[in-house]
């Protein structure tokens, strides 16, 4: 009896010994894979947020490239305005032949109502009657002979327009009229008596009006009779006439008096430099924007 309990209880321990065993593996392997599931699931939400993150960046990097596209305005921009400056050109063209045609037109009398219409006669050749008052005379210099319509003699030499009042017998007033160019030496009347037309003429000239100032021109000074820059009113102020200036033109010429025909047709046009300008920065920003452009493409 005893062995046979003996026989049982080693049994029972081994029954137990085994089952113990049995549930420490199952243990373990139950850790081991929820360890494992936990991995498993770590690994793949890293790569889902890498995948979300990279898709986020994605789409960060084209909206950004899409704001950019407000660059393209800049040669835009630029090339609409070398085109309108183009046209400017045109006009500026046409504008100065239309002034040079006004010129070389037939001279018709001098309209009594003149000083209304000096925008409108301006260039305009005219015919007038009477004689000069040389005893108001007003200098303006310095001045360059306009060669091209006077003599070849003393084309760098600085000099100065002559501008006598004129009695004139259309408009029953005197007028101011541009005699010509004479060299600085010859400024005073003294120099020049042969020159001071006297009596009943007939003369031909342009219409002329006013101008600005220049940049670099010194302020006219009537007090000591130096005038820089076309100033008709206080021209006219300053000799007693109605404000009226013509350009006598070279036909008036006479020996040893000044030398007519100095109008010169000349309007501000730096249009042809503003075209390339333009252009060249429509050029210059265009390129630097299709290199920024490929450049976002291949991120």
Excluded at 7 to 22: E, I, L, N, Y
Excluded at 98 to 110: I, S, W, Y
Excluded at 162 to 176: A, K, N, S
Aim: with cysteine; charged share 25%.
């Amino acid at each position: 009896l005893g062995t046979r309990q003996f026989s049982v209880r080693m049994a029972k321990a081994t029954v137990f010994s085994q089952s113990a065993a049995f549930l420490k593996l199952l243990t373990c392997r139950i850790q081991r894979g929820f360890q494992c599931g936990s991995a498993q699931q770590f690994r793949r939400a890293g790569r889902s947020q890498w995948y979300s993150t990279k898709s986020k960046d994605h789409k960060t990097v084209e909206q950004s490239d899409k704001k950019k596209l407000w660059l393209l305005v800049i040669p835009a921009t630029t090339f609409c305005l070398g085109t309108w400056q183009v046209f400017r050109l045109q006009w500026k063209l046409k504008l100065i032949e239309e002034m040079e045609k006004k010129t070389r037109q037939a001279p018709v009398d001098l309209p009594n109502d003149i000083a209304e219409r000096l925008s409108e006669m301006e260039y305009r050749r005219v015919r007038l009657r009477g004689h000069f008052d040389h005893s108001r005379e007003l200098w303006m210099w310095p001045r360059m002979l306009n060669s091209r319509m006077g003599s070849s003699g003393g084309r760098n030499e600085p000099g100065a327009h002559i501008i006598t009042p004129f009695y004139c017998e259309e408009t029953g007033g005197q007028v101011l009229v541009n005699r010509g160019w004479v060299p600085k030496i010859r400024m005073n009347p003294e120099t020049r008596h042969q020159g001071q037309v006297e009596g009943h003429i007939t003369l031909t000239a342009v219409v002329r009006t006013s101008e600005k100032r220049p940049l670099f021109s010194p302020e006219n000074d009537p007090e000591h009779n130096h005038w820089s820059y076309k100033d008709v009113e206080n021209m006219a102020k300053v000799a007693g006439t109605e404000p009226v200036l013509l350009d006598a033109d070279a036909f008036t010429t006479v020996p040893g008096g000044p030398i007519g025909g100095q109008t010169r047709v000349t309007l501000r046009n730096e249009h042809l430099q503003y075209i390339f300008t333009w252009y060249a920065l429509t050029l210059a920003t265009g390129y630097l924007f299709t290199r920024f452009w490929q450049k976002a493409k291949r991120r």
